[in-house]
């Protein structure tokens, strides 16, 4: 990926980049990734691994495989690039890309109005890139959807 974003560098491609978990995709993230794709011309998505998921989210999740997630996300009409990484913060892999915009969702931004506390946006800011959040779709996210099958397969 860091040798195709130079290449796109070359060809001064706006490069948007993203990242998180996307375990169980649903309607946010489709929406949210639509708006991201419109701040540039290549939107490159960063996924968790299935270890930094677990870490991240806790057992049992993830619900849904890397690769799974990777190639479903790979199918969206938005999305240019998925890459899979280990850790659980995309910080070293936006310091290897340097995208021109870096986004995260409003559901960050809840209680936090600072974008500069998550470290991936510390690295974009010291490099002169743009951080975005976009807008949070209510009612829409991956735990509300586990809760909603769990109360159901308790009946």
Known sequence: MV??????ARGEKR?????????LL??????????????GDVLVIGVNSDAS???????????????????ILSALAAVDYVVIFDEDT?????????????????DYARGNSKAK??????VV???GG????????PGRSTSNIIEKIAGLAKE
């Open 15 to 23: 490069v948007v980049f993203t990242n998180g978990c996307f375990d």
């Open 125 to 127: 800011i010291k490099y």
């Open 117 to 122: 506390a998550w470290p991936e946006a510390d």
């Open 53 to 71: 998921t677990a870490r991240i989210k806790g057992p049992p999740r993830p619900i849904i495989p890397q690769a799974d997630r990777g190639e």
């Open 3 to 8: 040798r195709i974003r130079r290449e796109l």
């Open 90 to 106: 995309a910080e070293n892999l936006v310091m290897a890309l340097k995208p021109d915009v870096y986004i995260k969702g409003g």
């Open 26 to 39: 649903h309607l946010g993230h489709v929406r949210y990734l639509q708006q991201a794709k419109e701040l």
């Open 130 to 137: 743009l951080v975005v959040v976009l807008p949070f779709l």
